[in-house]
């Protein structure tokens, strides 16, 4: 029962953290636009650490086979994104990826879906690894939330329908994390090792090809001071916790 608990709690600060950045952006537009570089920066420290030092060598634990599976998470991240627009963009000028607004509803919908589904496999390994995938999914979420609002106000809505938008993508990060209770929890443990090899990929994934590029394009003498002090924050998580 503790388990469906602390999924379904972390999986809804997440969704809670997309709409967080769409009204952020909704109300103070501009002024969180230019401070999110540095939330950005900070989430790539996060996402790439805990996928390195805690998500992958669990997973190398349960199946020694982790590192091919992460790498085919990948591999499908990058087919899907090419194919329907599956991650998100920081800028408004977004028409090769999203020309539809069905086309967004769905890619970004599957995106958190994803997001629920790291959080969900990694509960279902321990408390710990849980926990820090949670925080990894909820500090990109932010940003994640200001490129929903700015996508679906860029293809033509209005500022309520775009807001109404963001709520509907929120809600699908719990729903993904339950769904990843339901399906791993009588599996055997090799099988989680494969869940959350494909949790690590995605982590990566979301922090080497959408964050660190954002920090590159959005140049600030202070980004990588936030970078390594996600870095060091999931660090000394993990020495202290012992994961």
Known sequence: M????????????AGMSTMLGSLLVFKFDLKIRDKMVFF??????????TAFLDVLPE??????????????????????EQRIAIHTCHDEECETHYSKETISI?????HSLLDGLVIGAGFSASF?????????????KIPEGISIYSIFTHIGNDTK??????FLIAVITPLGAVLSLIFLRELNPS??????????????????????????????????IFVL????????????TGI
């Open 59 to 80: 997973a190398l634990e349960l199946n020694k086979n982790a590192l091919f599976y992460a790498l085919i998470s990948i591999l499908a991240l990058y087919i899907l």
């Open 106 to 110: 769905f890619g970004l919908g599957l």
């Open 128 to 140: 710990s690894l849980g926990l820090l995938a949670s925080l990894g999914v909820i500090f990109h």
């Open 40 to 49: 950005i920066s900070f989430a790539t420290g996060i996402l790439l650490t």
């Open 161 to 166: 329908k775009a807001i109404k938008y963001a």
């Open 191 to 224: 099988y989680i090792g494969i869940a959350l090899a494909f949790a690590a990929g995605s982590l990566i994934y979301i922090g080497a090809t959408d964050l660190i590029p954002e920090t590159h394009e959005k140049f600030h003498k202070l980004n990588s």
């Open 229 to 240: 002090l996600g870095v060091g924050i999931i660090y000394l998580i993990t020495k202290i």
């Open 2 to 13: 503790v388990s469906y608990i602390n999924i379904f709690f972390y999986s809804l600060l």
